[in-house]
């Protein structure tokens, strides 16, 4: 679950976030949409625990979390699959001890019954990280991102800047955490990798945010918009199609309201106006100078 409580964050005079309040539920794949520079990035990296809010709190519940950020991240060095196991260090580790103990018993070093019992413990220990299905996992993953056979041992650091961006998408598609935070994920991508990707998270039982620009993936992957403006977020239900008609309903709705207001205000100042002089009025054009002065206006 990922939540958000009265939070407020500024940097500097410039106050960002306002009175910042949601929660996207476990397995809730919620968008948020908003102006740019409105605060977006800015949200996901309180979530994450990045930035501290300066009131409130933020945050998300359960064991694990994936955030996709705007910027790679990646170690140059590491191969793609390298890369990829990366977001299982702890399977790796066993991995790697396996490969230690493996090459002992190959070369017959040390006491071969202690270390063919170890190996077994470790076996049973990758089976139980279900360690024998990772290797499977990355390669549908690397598949489904357009990566070709060849490129599996490819250094992260010889491929564009738009590829890495794919590896880092990789990372957390294929650890699937109970919570996730997608900033921009479909760029770099085409359309045949964008249609995969929406069916991937389609799938996804994770408390997901993703921001994007992009309305057509929100329609196949959200099942509720977060509107940002002005430091706080509006919740729509349904996907980026059924926000636009609720929020051009809502717009409607506020025009005729503030039409209606004006007319009001109109009505009782025409009044006031005319019968400011008289004695006999002076009460209701006061009871009507003050009525004015405490509406709030309808913008």
């Avoid at 397995?27 to 409130?56: F, M, Y």
């Avoid at 790796?92 to 017959?108: N, T, Y």
């Avoid at 390669?139 to 990566?147: E, S, W």
């Avoid at 199609?241 to 209606?260: E, G, P, V």
Wanted: glycine residues 8%; hydrophobic residues 40%.
């Amino acid at each position: 679950m990922l939540y958000a409580e009265h939070v407020i964050k500024s940097f500097g005079p410039v106050d960002v976030i306002r009175d910042l309040n949601f929660i996207v539920g476990d397995g809730e794949h919620a968008g948020l949409v908003g102006p740019n520079g409105g605060g977006k990035s800015t949200i996901l990296r309180l979530l994450a625990g990045e930035h501290k809010p300066d009131d409130g709190a933020a945050g998300f519940r359960g064991k694990s979390m994936g955030y996709l950020r705007q910027e790679a991240g990646l170690n140059d060095s590491n191969t793609l699959v390298q890369e990829l196991w990366e977001a299982f260090p702890e399977a790796r580790a066993v991995e790697l001890e396996l490969e230690v103990v493996a090459a002992s018993i190959e070369r017959g070093e040390g006491d071969l019954d202690a270390l063919i019992e170890q190996q077994a413990k470790l076996f049973d220990q990758f089976e139980a990280m279900d360690g024998y299905r990772i290797e499977t996992r990355i390669g549908r993953v690397i598949d489904g991102l357009g990566f070709k056979p060849s490129e599996v041992d490819k250094l992260c650091g010889d491929f564009s800047g738009g590829w890495q961006m794919r590896i880092a998408l990789a990372k957390v598609l294929v650890r699937r955490p109970e919570n996730a935070l997608l900033d921009e994920p479909t760029n770099h991508l085409d359309a045949k990798t964008r249609d995969w990707l929406a069916e991937e998270l389609q799938d996804w039982d994770a408390a997901l945010l993703i921001v994007t620009h992009d309305g057509e993936f929100l329609d196949k992957v959200a099942t509720r918009i977060f509107d940002l403006r002005d430091g706080r977020v509006d919740a729509y239900a349904g996907n980026y199609t059924d926000f636009q008609k609720q929020k051009a309903a809502k717009l409607q709705a506020q025009d005729q309201a503030a039409a209606r207001q004006d007319r009001e205000i109109a009505k009782q100042e025409r009044f006031i106006e005319r019968f400011r002089a008289k004695a006999t009025k002076t009460t209701q054009v006061q009871s009507r100078e003050k009525m004015i002065a405490k509406i709030d206006r309808i913008d």
